[in-house]
């Protein structure tokens, strides 16, 4: 059972840089999350989309762009990578929102 | 302001004995409680939930309790093994949105 698989698992940036991170889950959920984590700050909603067809932002979307590409994959797109963005990036997905959400085993990021 | 607190970050134990870790949130309209656990470079997996309807939910050897009067709720492990040497989130959302607010976490250390 893959669940949710994010690829890349590392990268480094230089500042300034764009990338895409992807996210496929194979539960046939709704619902699609990206989070970042940073030390004492828990996770933070970066963007969601509780459903195929709609995004909305969460607590920290600046400087991040989703885009629901199907109902399986929903990808995460810094447009302009800055030294602040480094952190470590999970997506998730739930059958529908505000169920229990799986994880993927994150991206690490570093903006240099 | 956060919304979910953990105010230890971390937490020891010696194998056996009970593992009590504690969550507040300042918001009224909460609804729904979850706990997660996180091992090292991998994502949170769902522990287990509560519903605020309930004070009490219990599954094996963890069981969650819920405080609604005093915005509290805390998560119970009996008897606590090095295996659930972690990092425990707990988490908190409003059953008609569709978000959910993570704490900072809380580092379990299971001595045995």
């Known amino acids: 059972n893959a669940g949710v698989t994010q690829t890349p698992k590392f990268q480094v940036l230089k500042t300034g840089q764009s990338m895409t991170l992807q996210c496929a889950q194979d539960?046939?959920?709704?619902?699609m999350y990206w989070y970042r984590q940073d030390p004492g700050m828990g996770l933070r909603l970066i963007y969601y989309s509780a459903s195929e067809g709609t995004t909305d932002k969460g607590e920290v979307p600046n400087g991040y762009n989703v885009s629901r590409l199907n109902k399986r994959e929903f990808s995460l797109r810094l447009e302009s990578a800055a030294p602040s963005q480094t952190s470590v990036y999970f997506c998730?997905?739930?059958?529908?929102?505000?169920?229990?959400?799986?994880f993927g085993d994150g991206t690490r990021l570093s903006i240099l | 302001d956060q919304q979910v607190k953990q105010n230890s970050p971390s937490l020891s134990v010696q194998e056996g004995r009970i593992s009590i870790l504690n969550c507040d949130y300042t918001n009224s309209m909460f609804d729904y409680f979850l706990w997660y656990k996180k091992y090292p470079a991998e994502g949170p997996t769902f522990l287990i939930s509560i519903s605020s309807i309930k004070d009490k939910n219990e599954d094996g050897r963890f069981t969650v309790f819920l405080n609604k009067s005093a915005k509290h709720l805390s998560l119970h492990i009996v008897p606590s093994q090095p295996g659930d040497s972690a990092v425990y989130f707990c988490?908190?959302?409003?059953?008609?949105?569709?978000?959910?607010?993570f704490g900072p976490g809380t580092s379990l250390s299971v001595i045995p």
């Open positions: 988490a908190a959302s409003v059953t008609s949105y569709d978000k959910v607010i």
């Open positions: 539960m046939n959920h709704n619902s």
């Open positions: 998730a997905s739930s059958e529908v929102a505000n169920q229990p959400q799986h």
